[in-house]
C-alpha cells in the first residue's frame, strides 16, 4: 500500500505514516550477517532484520569489534549503513574496505532520537548505535518508538550498552565478556581479544536462548588486524 492510498484510507496523516505496508513486513523477516561466521551460528544465521539487537558488556568485551563486523557485512552486501556513535570511538582508520557508514557523532542523551531520524528516513538496512559507557535513564517509550521504526523499515538496528538495558523491546540480545592479551615486556601493545558472547535471547526469532536445546555460548578472538 502506497503512502497516498493509506492516507486516502485512513483520512490522517499521522495514522497514515505508521501504517506498515505488507511488502515491509515481509521483508522484514530473516537474518543479516553478523560477518562472523560463529556469530552468525549461534543467532541462527545472524542479527534479526526489522527489530533491535542488544550487544551489552563492558570496555574491551567486544563489543565495538562485533559492531564494526556487522556495519561490513551489510555495506558488502550493498547495503546503505549508519553509526550512531555516542562515544566518538569510531577510528576512520578501522572502516571497512567495502565502504564507509554514515557517522553520526553525538551526544548519548540525543543518540536515539538521531538513530530513530535516520530509520524513519528509510533505505538504510542497518544502523548501528554504541552508546559507549553512558549510563542514561531512557524510558520504555524511546525503545518502543525505536523498534517500530525498525520493524517498518526492516532495518536491523544494533543497540551497543554496557550492561543489558532493553529487555524484552530487543529481538535479539547477546552479553559479552573480554580478556585482553598485550605483547611484550615494555609499554603495553595489544596483541588479542578473547570474548565470550553468550546469547539472552533471539537465537530463534524472539525465543529465550535457554529454550532451544542449543548451545548458547560461542568464543571468539580478535587480534589488531580483526
Same mark, same amino acid.
Given at each position: 500500500?502506497?503512502?497516498?492510498?493509506?492516507l486516502?484510507?485512513?483520512?490522517?496523516?499521522?495514522?497514515?505514516a505508521?501504517?506498515?505496508?505488507?511488502?515491509r513486513?515481509t521483508?522484514?523477516?530473516?537474518?543479516?550477517?553478523?560477518?562472523?561466521a560463529?556469530?552468525?551460528?549461534l543467532?541462527n544465521?545472524g %542479527?534479526?532484520r526489522?527489530?533491535? &539487537?542488544?550487544?551489552?558488556?563492558?570496555?574491551?568485551?567486544?563489543? &565495538?569489534?562485533?559492531?564494526r563486523?556487522?556495519l561490513?557485512? @551489510?555495506l558488502?552486501?550493498?547495503e546503505?549503513?549508519?553509526?550512531v556513535d555516542?562515544?566518538g570511538? =569510531?577510528?576512520a582508520?578501522a572502516?571497512?574496505? @567495502?565502504?564507509?557508514?554514515?557517522w553520526?557523532?553525538c551526544?548519548?542523551?540525543r543518540?536515539?532520537?538521531?538513530?530513530d531520524l535516520?530509520i524513519?528516513?528509510?533505505?538504510?538496512?542497518?544502523?548501528?548505535?554504541?552508546?559507549c559507557?553512558a549510563? =542514561?535513564?531512557i524510558?520504555?517509550?524511546? %525503545?518502543?518508538?525505536?523498534?517500530?521504526?525498525?520493524?517498518?523499515?526492516?532495518t536491523?538496528v544494533?543497540?551497543?550498552?554496557?550492561?543489558?538495558?532493553?529487555?524484552?523491546?530487543?529481538?535479539?540480545?547477546?552479553?559479552?565478556?573480554g580478556?585482553?592479551?598485550f605483547?611484550?615486556?615494555?609499554?603495553?601493545?595489544?596483541?588479542?581479544?578473547?570474548?565470550? @558472547?553468550?546469547?539472552?535471547?533471539?537465537?530463534r526469532?524472539?525465543?529465550?536462548?535457554?529454550?532451544?536445546?542449543?548451545?548458547?555460548?560461542?568464543s571468539?578472538?580478535? &587480534?589488531?588486524?580483526?
Amino acid at each position: 500500500m502506497s503512502s497516498s492510498r493509506a492516507l486516502e484510507l485512513v483520512g490522517d496523516p499521522e495514522i497514515a505514516a505508521r501504517i506498515v505496508p505488507l511488502a515491509r513486513l515481509t521483508e522484514s523477516r530473516g537474518r543479516r550477517s553478523s560477518g562472523i561466521a560463529p556469530l552468525d551460528a549461534l543467532l541462527n544465521g545472524g %542479527w534479526p532484520r526489522g527489530g533491535l &539487537t542488544e550487544l551489552s558488556g563492558r570496555r574491551t568485551s567486544g563489543r &565495538t569489534a562485533i559492531l564494526r563486523a556487522g556495519l561490513g557485512a @551489510a555495506l558488502a552486501a550493498g547495503e546503505a549503513v549508519a553509526l550512531v556513535d555516542a562515544g566518538g570511538r =569510531l577510528d576512520a582508520r578501522a572502516l571497512p574496505a @567495502a565502504g564507509a557508514p554514515l557517522w553520526i557523532r553525538c551526544a548519548p542523551d540525543r543518540a536515539l532520537k538521531a538513530a530513530d531520524l535516520v530509520i524513519g528516513a528509510g533505505g538504510f538496512g542497518m544502523v548501528a548505535i554504541d552508546l559507549c559507557d553512558a549510563t =542514561l535513564r531512557i524510558p520504555d517509550a524511546a %525503545w518502543m518508538r525505536l523498534r517500530h521504526a525498525a520493524r517498518a523499515q526492516g532495518t536491523t538496528v544494533l543497540v551497543g550498552v554496557p550492561h543489558p538495558r532493553l529487555r524484552s523491546f530487543a529481538a535479539a540480545a547477546v552479553e559479552l565478556e573480554g580478556t585482553a592479551a598485550f605483547l611484550g615486556d615494555g609499554p603495553p601493545l595489544f596483541g588479542r581479544l578473547d570474548v565470550r @558472547a553468550e546469547c539472552r535471547r533471539g537465537a530463534r526469532d524472539g525465543a529465550p536462548a535457554n529454550d532451544e536445546g542449543r548451545s548458547s555460548c560461542v568464543s571468539l578472538a580478535f &587480534t589488531c588486524r580483526s
